[in-house]
């Protein structure tokens, strides 16, 4: 059953069953109520009489109590002296008899009074009148009228009451059965603070809570597939990277098991495997760098990065020291919340990157100030607006060093860009003129 038709259902039910209490305690509690109250202002009628007549001189009582006899229609006098004689209503006066046949209420009081004189009367009030017992009789053959009148308006009241009490859940409900399409911009309408208001409140609230969900499941649905694609191109490009040299050192394997040709100096192409073993042993050790940094757990501390800086890159600083390059340090105290292992891996590259591409004697600055790290070298061979475009792919070296003379990879400016990703840090590979190429981490944190 709808609530539209339960309430109309309850709020008739409940006025009906209140006009009914009503008219049952009408007839039954309000003719006791009339009588008393009625009995009660004739008794203060009389007593009041008596106090008017008490004390006065004999002619003032005798002509001042037929007026009081007929103030009030409901009470009847009757002054007698000391020996029972009737002094008033006299022979003069027409005597009203009470019967019993026309009131359902009778009775009497006596009180004495005593003239100014020092007669003493005996004045007796007796009271009659109709009570509403009879007229609530009449009243109920009335009563199946009423009754139909009562249930009409009853039914019209709670009709009325019940599709507008109604129509603010009705609103709710469809609107919240066009959210079933998850578009943005519904809302159910809020009227006044009551219990229906929240309730429309709370469903726009958790509306929007669910917009915000589906949002971010789309983005994070579309964040992995683009991992997925990334990941599926790595491993095509691992693929390829391991194929070509893995491919040469079997024929240079089959050339000496079978000593074709010079392939019999066995020496000099055992070398020559070492060194494609020791290059796919680095490529192999990056590609797990960097798989491990991809699928690993990332967990954040506070460090001075100042102080992690001086105590690693020794071995760097070495390596720039034995090609004699102009080297410019400058280290200034920086807190960094970050993963110390994979920020300092990252910065490391950087920093290697620089040693191992600038030209003999060229110039290395390495500073770290006002939240920032700044990293630039006098590249041999430096970076055309092209190559800065694919530098961070994975597997990616420029022409000049295709050959692999340099000891790359390809994956380090990869594993650079997932760390700093990872992070949230901003940063730019540029150049700066004058063969200067520029690399530069800002830790500090967006607002």
């Not at 009339?34 to 106090?51: E, G, H």
């Not at 519904?186 to 409140?201: F, I, W, Y």
């Given at each position: 059953m709808g609530i539209v038709r339960k309430n109309f259902l309850i709020v008739t039910s409940m006025m009906v069953a209140t006009f009914l209490l009503i008219l049952g305690l009408l007839y039954f509690v309000m003719p006791i109520y009339?009588?008393?109250?009625?009995?009660?202002?004739?008794?203060?009628?009389?007593?009041?009489?008596?106090?008017d007549l008490d004390g006065h001189p004999d002619a003032e009582i005798f002509s001042k109590i037929g007026q009081l006899d007929q103030a009030e229609p409901n009470l009847y006098l009757i002054l007698e002296d000391d020996v029972g004689q009737v002094l008033y209503p006299d022979a003069q006066t027409e005597r009203v008899y009470i019967e019993s046949d026309n009131y359902d209420q009778i009775g009497a009081w006596t009180e004495g009074i005593k003239s100014k004189e020092g007669h003493q009367y005996s004045l007796q009030g007796e009271y009659a009148f109709q009570s509403l017992s009879d007229i609530s009789q009449t009243l109920v053959t009335f009563y199946p009228f009423v009754l139909v009148l009562v249930f009409l308006l009853v039914s019209i009241v709670a009709l009325v009451y019940s599709r507008l009490s109604n129509r603010r859940i009705t609103a709710i409900s469809e609107t919240t059965r066009q959210m079933q399409s998850l578009e943005a911009g519904?809302?159910?309408?809020?009227?006044?603070?009551?219990?229906?208001?929240?309730?429309?409140?709370d469903?726009?609230?958790?509306?929007?809570?669910?917009?915000?969900?589906?949002?971010?499941?789309?983005?994070?649905?579309?964040?992995?597939?683009?991992?997925?694609?990334?990941?599926?191109?790595?491993?095509?490009m691992t693929s390829h990277e391991l194929k070509t040299p893995i491919a040469s050192m079997l024929g240079?394997?089959?050339?000496?098991?079978?000593?074709?040709?010079?392939?019999?100096?066995?020496?000099?192409?055992?070398?020559?495997?070492?060194?494609?073993?020791?290059?796919?042993?680095?490529?192999?050790?990056?590609v797990l760098d960097?798989?491990?940094?991809?699928?690993?757990e990332q967990k954040d501390e506070e460090f001075d990065l100042a102080a992690v800086l001086k105590q690693h890159l020794m071995p760097s600083l070495q390596m720039a020291q034995l090609k004699?390059?102009?080297?410019?340090?400058?280290?200034?105290?920086?807190?960094?919340?970050?993963?110390?292992?994979?920020?300092?891996?990252?910065?490391?590259n950087i920093v290697d990157n620089a040693i191992r591409y600038t030209h003999h004697g060229g110039l290395v600055r390495i500073l770290l100030k006002d939240q920032q790290l700044l990293v630039e070298n006098q590249a041999e061979n430096p970076l055309s607006p092209a190559e800065l475009e694919q530098v961070f792919q994975p597997f990616y070296r420029p022409d000049y060093s295709r050959a692999k003379k340099d000891g790359g990879t390809g994956?380090?400016?990869?594993?650079?860009?997932?760390?700093?990703?990872?992070?949230?840090?901003?940063?730019?590979?540029?150049?700066?003129?004058?063969?200067l190429m520029r690399f530069t981490i800002d830790f500090k944190q967006p607002e």
């Open positions: 009339y009588n008393q109250v009625k009995l009660q202002d004739l008794r203060k009628s009389y007593l009041s009489i008596v106090k519904l809302s159910c309408q809020v009227e006044g603070q009551d219990e229906v208001s929240r309730l429309a409140e469903v726009n609230a958790l509306y929007q809570h669910l917009l915000g969900n589906m949002e971010e499941l789309k983005r994070e649905n579309e964040r992995t597939q683009a991992r997925r694609k990334q990941e599926a191109d790595f491993v095509r240079l394997v089959e050339g000496m098991i079978y000593n074709v040709g010079d392939f019999r100096n066995h020496d000099k192409y055992l070398q020559q495997c070492r060194d494609i073993l020791q290059e796919q042993s680095s490529l192999v050790q990056s960097a798989t491990t940094l991809d699928l690993g004699e390059l102009d080297l410019e340090l400058d280290l200034e105290a920086c807190p960094v919340r970050a993963n110390q292992t994979f920020l300092l891996k990252a910065i490391k994956i380090g400016l990869y594993l650079v860009q997932q760390v700093l990703d990872k992070h949230g840090f901003a940063y730019r590979f540029e150049a700066a003129g004058d063969r």
